[in-house]
Structures are given as C-alpha cells and as structure tokens.
C-alpha cells in the first residue's frame, strides 16, 4: 500500500535512514526549553523586534523605518521516500516560518547532509530539485548553501524575508475575546506513521502531500488586517504545543472546540488503529499537565492535538470582527478546509488550554 515510488535495488526507502520524519524530529519542547535556559542572558539588540524570548516562528531585525529582516531556518530527515516529494515538503515547511511573520520571502540558502556512501547522486539530485521548485512557487532564488556527508539525509533551508516593522505578527500579541483559526487540516504526523509502516493507500498519501506543499501564502495579507493580533504556525509541537505558546506568550488562555477542528480524511480511524509518532507521545509528556481535554473527546482527540505538523497551518489570533476577512483570506489562496476552532480567553487558575 505504500504509494512512494520504490527506490532502485542498491538503494533504501528514504524514510528507512531517518529514525524519526518531518517536524517529528523536533527535540521535545521540555528538553528544548531546558537547553536553551541560559540563552535568554545574551545581549539583545534594540533593531532585533523578535527573538527566541517566546518561541516564535523566525527571528525578525529592524533594518530601517520600512523594511524588517525576517531570517529562520528548518531542516529534518525525510517524512515520505519518493526524493522529489521530500524536497518539495521540507522547502514548503521551511519557509512557512517567514509567511508566519506576516512576510514576503525573498530567497534562501540550502542545507544538505547526505549518506554519500548510500544514496546515489542522482537521489540526492531529486531532493535539492524537489526543494527548488517550491522556491520558484514561492518566486525566490536558492542563493547558496552548505552540504555535508551525515549518516541520515537531512534537507531544509535558510528562508529570509521581509516585512513592514508595524506589521510583524507574533506569537505573543493575542488578546481576550480573540477567535482562534486554523488554516490547515490535522493530522500529517499520524499519516507519515502509517506511510513509514507501509499502510497509507495513494489516495491518502496525495492528500498529506497536498497539504505538505501548500505554501501558507495567505501570512502578508492577513498581517495587513487591523483585526490580526498574532499570528504563529502549527508544526512540530501539534496543535496544543502552538496554541500554548500563543497563551502563555500573551499571558491569556485557549479554548479550542474539537468538533471544529479540521482534521484530514482517514486520520481519525489511523490514530484509533495505533498510527501514532513517538513525536507525539514527547509532545504530549512535556507539555500535557497544561491542557484540560473534555471527558466527551474521542479517544484519538489527545494524538491528534499533539501531532507534529510537518508543514502545518498557520493559527491565527483574531477579533472576532475579523473573522470573515481571514476566512476569505484564507478562501482565496485555496485553503478551503480553515476554520475558527476556538478563542482566547482571559488568564485564570488552572490550565493554559481547555479543549471541550
């Protein structure tokens, strides 16, 4: 059942070398938080408008009174085997973060480590094509790179962007009483489990690689509404790994209502039948003691809130009077399965993150 093209006999499925895919392969958000306890100390810059201080999508410098530098970068081992559709994937996520700022990217460098001994030139060709291609969508040069021999393939980018300094969106800006919106269905992390075990049919496989190569090209125009006050995407972490960084950015809480979720056709019954990543399990112990999950949820609800995205939409932090205009946002750039999921809420005792 597995619909990636099989590799020629010398050499092995791309995701057999990857001990975990995609944005799967994020460190887990509690062991992150513990590396990176004594960065915060260093000496920040004025121009530097957004940094690593709430653990937003990209960092964002101040060049002058029009123009601030987005800068970011993402990179992991491969979530499906054809090497076209790997390159393409981790290309569509990397610059993510940049569309994420409420920027334009306007070019990237390359970052390739490849089994030299164990993938032909011609594979590892088909990666960096993959990736080049989604650039061109994106209407932005690859400018450079750097490439090394490694045990397991890794390809991704250094996106760079630009934005107006006034209308940087952060993570860290949501206000109470905002609606919260999706721009992309769930479920990615539970689909590239059953890939990797052979036990995604091609129909579903077309779907996760719809939504993986869809650049979150709405970010500039939504930045532009008065009514967007934050602005972050769903990657790694899962839904309730990002939504709690919105909250606990904003000194606010989340409620998401799970019967308003958008979720990929077929994922419910994959993560009923154990189509879990370990990603998620990691997700969930380092992050789960802030989330309240109705005892009504289906019993798939907590997977699927702490599946990694690879590739995920963007969640907005909105006024509800704007709530229209990112859904025809949204609707114009082809995202027809985003939805309002919830709302911001004042802080209070007890968990950062109700879902209901």
């Known amino acids: 059942m597995n619909p990636s093209p099989t590799p020629p006999p010398s050499e092995p499925r791309l995701t057999s070398l990857s001990h975990g895919g995609g944005c799967g392969c994020k460190i887990a958000p509690g062991v992150l938080s513990e590396i990176l306890k004594g960065t915060s100390a260093l000496p920040v810059p004025r121009e530097l408008l957004v940094g690593i201080e709430t653990a937003d999508d990209a960092a964002v410098y101040r060049l002058n009174d029009e123009q601030a530098l987005i800068a970011t970068t993402d990179f992991f081992m491969p979530i499906v085997d054809d090497p076209h559709d790997f390159g393409r994937i981790a290309a569509?996520?990397?610059?993510?973060?940049?569309?994420?700022?409420?920027?334009?990217?306007i070019m990237a460098l390359a970052l390739v480590g490849m089994p030299i001994a164990v993938l032909s030139t011609a594979t590892i060709g088909r990666i960096l094509e993959g990736g080049?291609?989604?650039?061109?969508?994106?209407?932005?040069?690859?400018?450079?790179?750097?490439?090394?021999?490694?045990?397991?393939?890794i390809y991704g980018l250094v996106a760079l962007g630009l934005v107006?300094?006034?209308?940087?969106?952060?993570?860290?800006?949501?206000?109470?009483?905002?609606?919260?919106?999706?721009?992309?269905?769930?479920g990615v992390?539970?689909?590239?489990?059953?890939l990797k075990k052979g036990k995604l049919d091609d129909a579903a496989y077309q779907r996760m690689l719809a939504t993986t190569t869809k650049l979150n090209t709405p970010g500039p125009e939504l930045a532009a509404l008065d009514g967007v006050h934050a602005l972050t995407d769903v990657t790694g972490f899962g839904l309730a790994g990002h939504a709690l960084e919105i909250a606990r950015g904003s000194g606010c809480s989340v409620e998401i209502d799970w019967a308003a979720v958008p979720l990929l056709d077929g994922v419910q019954t994959l993560a009923g039948d154990g189509f879990v990543t370990g990603a998620s399990g990691r997700n969930w112990a380092a992050y789960g003691a802030e989330v309240s999950l109705a005892g009504s949820l289906p019993s798939q609800a907590q997977a699927l809130l702490s599946d990694p995205q690879t590739s995920g939409g963007l969640l907005v932090s909105c006024?509800?009077?704007?709530?229209?205009?990112?859904?025809?946002?949204?609707?114009r750039h082809g995202f027809d399965a985003a939805a309002a999921i919830g709302r911001v809420t004042a802080a209070g005792e007890g968990p950062k993150l109700r879902v209901t």
């Open 164 to 186: 107006h300094p006034s209308r940087v969106k952060r993570n860290a800006d949501a206000r109470a009483g905002d609606a919260l919106m999706l721009g992309k269905a769930l």
């Open 92 to 105: 569509t996520n990397a610059i993510s973060d940049v569309y994420a700022m409420g920027g334009k990217p």
């Open 132 to 153: 080049a291609s989604v650039c061109r969508e994106a209407g932005i040069p690859i400018a450079g790179g750097h490439t090394i021999d490694s045990v397991e393939p």
């Open 189 to 194: 992390g539970v689909m590239s489990a059953a």
């Open 319 to 331: 006024s509800p009077a704007a709530v229209g205009a990112v859904l025809e946002i949204f609707a």
